[in-house]
């Protein structure tokens, strides 16, 4: 029953009937031997699927069917045998570190070479990513790639090396976490389609991303010179969001202001014209009438503050005849100066 891969696989009906035949020419008790022998083989072609994995069949090499969870069977072995790659678990691997004890506290591996890249800006970063991934095509994951592990770390390493040195180390190390994160993963993901490896890259996670450690401090300073400009620009920002509207506001007060004084001053001087119109109206209708009115009304209003003193015009009318003893009564004698 030997077969030497040049013809096609037997069958195994062809199997079971080329058993049949060495059987006939044995005696009764090695016939029941042998078919216990028998029994127990194809037995042993009985399997389990778990709940998280697909049984891949293979017969003599070649895939030959996809089975679900469940209890199944197989030819025994030879003639087939089942892998069952785990479809639902997410696997990882890391980039730039390996975790050599979970702890608590957990210890890590650095690995420079695989996390030292260049960015676009020709600067030095130390960049460490998590690849998390399950199978989606059991078949393509056993069959189409030989080192499957290592073929995925090759190029999670050449896609973050890729998107990273199409950024800048500011936005590498600040605000670009994110979008490197996304951009590798879906990098890495037609990477591996390429290759029909039957991976899902599930998630691509930052763990560090740093300068090196020689340059480290100053690469500090340097983000910490920029934060604080960043917050200098926002307070300065808020303060001209507070005085600007201040300004404006007072500005529009002493426009209302001055509007509201410029119509007083226009209604006041109409009043005035109309005033003296009227005047100058009556004064053509009797010029000799309105000038003593005139002289009149200006007479009540400046003599009621005016202390008056009547003379008596037979005595000449000299302003030498007044004497105001009654003011002089009111002067007072100035103390004399103490010797």
């Known amino acids: 029953m030997q ?27 090695v016939q029941i031997g042998i078919g216990i022998v028998i029994l127990l083989w194809f037995a042993s072609g009985f399997f389990t699927v778990s709940p998280d994995e697909q049984g891949v069949i293979r017969r003599f090499g070649k895939q030959v ?49 695989e996390s030292l890249m260049l960015t676009g800006d020709e600067n030095i970063v130390d960049a460490q990513i998590i690849v998390q991934y399950k199978i989606k095509n059991p078949s393509n994951y056993l069959f189409k790639v030989k080192d499957i592990h290592g073929t995925l770390k090759d190029a999670s390493e050449v896609a973050l090396r890729q998107v990273v040195g199409g950024g800048t180390i500011d936005s ?50 340097v983000v910490s010179a920029k934060e604080d400009r960043e917050r200098l620009i926002y307070e300065a920002k808020g303060y001209q969001e507070d ?72 005595t000449g009318g000299s302003l030498l005849q007044l004497l105001p003893m009654g003011e002089m009564s009111q002067i007072k004698r100035l103390p004399e100066r103490t010797r």
């Open 3 to 29: 077969w030497d891969g040049k013809t096609p696989a037997p069958t195994p009906e062809e199997v079971i009937k080329k058993l049949w035949d060495l059987l006939k020419d044995k005696g009764y008790l």
């Open 65 to 113: 069917r996809i089975t679900s969870p469940g209890l199944r069977y197989r030819l025994p072995w030879p003639i087939e045998v089942v892998d069952t790659p785990k479809v639902t678990a997410i696997q990882r691997i890391e980039i730039g570190f390996r975790n050599i004890d979970p702890g608590p506290p957990a210890r890590y591996q650095f690995i420079e070479a």
């Open 172 to 221: 590498v190390l600040t605000v670009g976490r994110f979008q490197i994160q996304d951009q590798v993963r879906l990098q890495l993901q037609q990477i591996m389609d390429s290759y029909e490896s039957g991976l899902l890259i599930t998630a691509v996670k930052l763990q560090t991303v740093r300068p090196p450690k020689e340059v480290e401090q100053s690469f500090k300073d």
């Open 243 to 314: 005085l600007i509207p201040k300004a404006k506001g007072k500005a529009m007060q002493i426009i209302r202001e001055a509007e509201g004084y410029k119509e007083e001053r226009i209604k006041k001087a109409q009043g005035d014209t109309s005033k003296f119109l009227s005047v100058l109206k009556e004064y053509e209708k009797a010029k000799d009438v309105t000038i003593k009115r005139l002289y009149l009304e200006t007479m009540e209003e400046v003599l009621p503050g005016v202390k008056k003193f009547i003379i008596d015009p037979k």
